[in-house]
């Protein structure tokens, strides 16, 4: 059943916090990786170079140590998935976030206010060189205190406890790398392509063809390009069609990973389209005797641009172009198609930023965990398509929550999977699910003139920390152990409450 696995690894964490105005000033984290049996190409780079150089998260630690022991097992070998390296980083620093919390009497979220990195400190940079362009953490926090009405959840909690109900409430902040540039994998000599490319062009019917080598896994990547190349060309989207996944026809590109087909591909349709736009705009202008500047391309017509009266449909545009080009001005060519690439820059990435919280109810008697509620404020910059943008974070916060509660490939001493099977292996369904509430805050990377950043991984790096510190809330007046070894299944509920 499994090819392979991301997730398994040992993390031992150590924090020091200043007495005075509680700041956390240094961290220690000891790793031991498993690499499965076999090394796949982006095995290694999991724990050292993601979450290895991104220890600080979110947080204004100034100082972090890091061992990384990686080591070969009898499992399926280690690769990427959904949030990869993020997702353990940003467990195992929330677990220590809430620890501190707890040890020095404050509130958790009152403890991430104050360590956040100030959203006016940017441009910065971690303590491992890691560079920041601009993020929102503290507007983010303060988005998420207002749209849960934490106070009013705490209250509840309280009355309830009274009545023998424990329900808790967990936070987890995160950082999510999106849009990598060459600095990601380009330095180190690996051949994956960080640039992406995208062709248009106008067909004989006045539709748009557009050829990207951004691909669709499900993520809704077509729809998102159609639109740019829509927006910036200057028809509607049921005028545009996508050809994917064809590397004899599209433009090279790296494809669909690390939350790049909006923030790269997109742009690449962005700057496509509006090339494109200007070669039909001077046809339209030779053929209408009139001046480039003096026209647009509006709902799939050539109009005037200060009455928007529509002097040429596109249609006809094209079939003079293609078919009676002899009736163009000597000397003009008329270029119907453009091709452009695009590649970050100035930053290495473009960072997503956010925070999650969870509230749920332990049954104390059963070990069995429901899911009341979930919140996700995210800053993915410019949001492209909103429905697309917050499904995909619902969809990632299903998959962390998934790992936190329900995921877990058991093997026997031989290395063999003994539950490799649906019926077994468990993932989460809808009924286990609860609402799930999305927040925004935009801040655009300015690395693009879309601005856009990526949108589907940060949902499943915050997920299982927030649920982890939910649990551990509902239980801490019990006396509980804490829990930080996921799944946390009823039997180690159990455990921890020294009830089995």
Request: proline content about 6%; glycine content about 12%.
């Amino acid at each position: 059943m499994t090819s392979f696995f991301e997730r398994f690894r040992l993390l031992l964490w150590a924090l020091a916090a200043a007495v005075i105005g509680f700041y956390v000033y240094g961290l220690v984290l000891g790793t031991l990786a498993n690499l499965g049996g076999v090394l796949s190409t982006i095995a290694p780079g999991i724990p050292t170079t993601l979450y290895g150089r991104m220890l600080s998260g979110p947080y204004t630690i100034p100082n972090v140590a890091a061992d990384v022991y990686c080591v070969f097992t009898n499992r399926t070998p280690a690769t990427a998935m959904r949030g990869f390296g993020v997702t353990a980083l940003d467990f195992a620093l929330e677990c220590q976030m809430d620890k501190l919390a707890v040890a020095i009497g404050m509130d958790p979220l009152e403890i991430r206010r104050r360590n956040l990195i100030p959203d006016d400190a940017h441009p910065s940079s971690g303590p491992s060189g890691i560079k920041f362009e601009a993020l929102s953490h503290h507007e983010s926090l303060a988005h998420l205190d207002a749209m849960m009405n934490y106070a009013g959840l705490r209250a509840e909690q309280k009355r309830l406890r009274a009545q023998g109900i424990y329900r808790g409430i967990g936070f987890a902040s995160f950082v999510e790398v999106t849009n990598p540039s060459a600095a990601f994998y380009g330095i180190g000599g690996a051949k994956i392509s960080a640039q992406d490319g995208v062709t248009i062009r106008l067909d004989a019917q006045g539709a748009i063809i557009c050829q990207t080598g951004v691909t669709e896994q499900g993520q809704g990547a077509e729809a998102v390009i159609a639109q740019v190349a829509a927006s910036s060309f200057g028809v509607p989207i049921d005028r545009v069609r996508i050809i994917t996944g064809d590397t004899d026809n599209t433009p090279y590109g790296g494809g669909t990973w690390a939350s790049r087909a909006a923030g790269i591909g997109g742009e690449a349709a962005w700057q496509a389209g509006k090339a494109l736009r200007a070669n039909v705009l001077a046809c339209a202008a030779s053929i209408l005797q009139a001046k480039p500047e003096n026209l647009d391309i509006r709902n799939g017509a050539i109009v005037d641009s200060g009455t928007g009266t529509e002097r040429l449909p596109l249609h006809e545009l094209a079939r003079i172009a293609y078919f009676r080009p002899d009736t163009l001005p000597p000397g003009f060519q008329a270029e119907l198609m453009a091709t452009r690439h695009y590649v970050p820059r100035a930053w290495p990435f473009a960072f997503t930023n956010g925070i999650q919280a969870s509230y749920l109810e332990v049954d104390t008697e059963s070990g069995f965990v429901t899911l009341l509620k979930h919140w996700c404020v995210e800053d993915c910059g410019t949001v492209i398509n909103p429905q697309l943008v917050d499904e995909q974070i619902r969809g990632g916060v299903v998959q962390g929550l998934g790992g936190a509660l329900f995921e877990h490939c058991i093997y026997d001493e031989r290395g063999q999977l003994t539950n490799g099977n649906m019926a077994d292996y468990l993932v989460p369904m809808a009924a286990e699910m609860p609402d799930i509430e999305i927040g925004h805050v935009v801040t655009p990377t300015a690395d693009s003139e879309l601005g856009a950043k990526g949108a589907g991984e940060a949902g499943t790096a915050g997920a299982p920390g927030a649920v982890m510190n939910a649990i551990n809330d509902a239980l801490r007046p019990l006396g509980a152990k804490p829990l930080t070894d996921m799944p946390f299944t009823p039997g180690r509920i159990l455990q921890a409450l020294d009830r089995v």
